[in-house]
Nanobody, 113 residues
Framework: GQVEESGGGFVQPGGSLTLSCALP????????MSWHRQAPGKQREQVGW???????VYEDFAKGRFTISRDMSKNTVYLQMNGLRPEDTAVYYCNRYPPGWGWGQGTQVTVSA
């Protein structure tokens, strides 16, 4: 795939995680990029996206808790998640925005006491 997600894990409610999405160095670093998630038994949903200029748009459930950022020099996009809730449990994916690449493996986030 074009991207490699990492950083997932097991965290208690209220905890934090930072996910990373690494793009191959051969891929243009200025693409708009998006984060998505898919919970068990549910459709994949968008978390938010970041433009090449660094402007960010979040879905309502992510506002105030999640932060998307990017490091052009590392060709990496990040998703910082604070105040995690059990309903945030999902596999998290990144892609271009709008999504146009094949989906990667994603990274599992599990929020549970």
């Amino acid at each position: 795939g074009q991207v490699e997600e990492s950083g997932g894990g097991f965290v208690q409610p209220g905890g934090s995680l930072t996910l990373s999405c690494a793009l191959p160095q051969s891929v243009f670093s200025g693409y708009a990029m998006s984060w998505h998630r898919q919970a068990p038994g549910k459709q994949r949903e968008q978390v938010g996206w970041i433009s090449g200029a660094g402007n960010v748009v979040y879905e309502d459930f992510a506002k105030g808790r999640f932060t998307i950022s990017r490091d052009m020099s590392k060709n990496t996009v990040y998703l910082q998640m604070n105040g995690l809730r059990p309903e945030d449990t999902a596999v998290y994916y990144c892609n271009r925005y709008p999504p146009g690449w094949g989906w990667g493996q994603g990274t599992q986030v599990t929020v549970s006491a």
